[in-house]
């Protein structure tokens, strides 16, 4: 959808290197999202964003941190890559805190 | 955690029968949305449910919101192709800081 855009799209990383994902958006919404997608697991909440600097964890947190310098960009950074976290990473992007999300077009990220 | 359970996880129809996936929660939900995500793509909304009993209609597509507010359903009538896809339904989390996702049901449409 235009106005949220993910960077790269496609990532293959060595175990133990750190990596970050970009998520771009030109709608000033407040909310911000990453959600990880993995077969059988549907789309899993990692962390959110309600704000410049104000971010919080969601159901599978561990091995990632966030940052949100700005309202249009939230980065997802996973610290030491393993190969549990090879997933589609999408962000998702929202005006108020439930309504419609909007979704990025995802990063695909293999660990190897 | 909350959980949200979709059935069917998974569908295949001819093209031109009738679809329906289910979402059943076991807490009463604020609020419920529906997404379709095609093959390789990302999710895209579709529509939020608020009102207990709530019916909305989209063309071919029926989205139901249960009277306790603990279940949803999305019923497509007469499938085409372009109806191929993962839905999935999506309440808040307790928290009701994002929402949680369903883990889809992936409709494949014959023709």
């Known amino acids: 959808d235009a106005g949220i855009t993910q960077s790269p799209r496609h990532k293959v990383t060595e175990t133990g290197t750190p990596v970050t994902l970009r998520c771009h958006q030109t709608?000033?919404?407040?909310?911000m999202y990453w959600y990880r997608q993995d077969p059988g697991h549907g789309l899993r909440l990692i962390h959110y964003s309600y704000g410049v600097k104000d971010t919080d964890k969601g159901e599978v947190s561990d091995g990632y941190s966030v940052s949100r310098s700005k309202t249009e960009d939230f980065l997802l950074t996973l610290e030491s890559a393993t190969s549990s976290q090879t997933s589609v990473y999408f962000c998702?992007?929202?005006?108020?805190?439930?309504?419609?999300?909007?979704f990025g077009s995802g990063t695909r990220l293999t660990v190897v | 955690g909350q959980q949200v359970m979709q059935i069917p996880q998974y569908q295949h129809v001819q093209e031109g029968e009738d679809f329906t996936t289910y979402c059943n929660s076991s807490t009463t939900l604020s609020n419920i949305q529906w997404y379709k995500q095609r093959p390789g793509g990302h999710p895209v909304f579709l529509i939020q449910l608020v009102k207990s009993g709530e019916v909305k209609k989209q063309k071919r597509l029926t989205f139901q919101f249960g009277e306790a507010k603990k279940n949803s359903s999305l019923h497509i009538t007469a499938t085409q192709t372009t109806d191929v896809g993962t839905y999935f339904c999506a309440p808040p989390n307790q928290a009701g800081t994002a929402l949680i996702f369903g883990k889809g049901t992936t409709l494949s449409v014959s023709s």
């Open positions: 998702a992007i929202s005006s108020t805190e439930f309504y419609g999300y909007t």
């Open positions: 709608e000033n919404h407040r909310y």
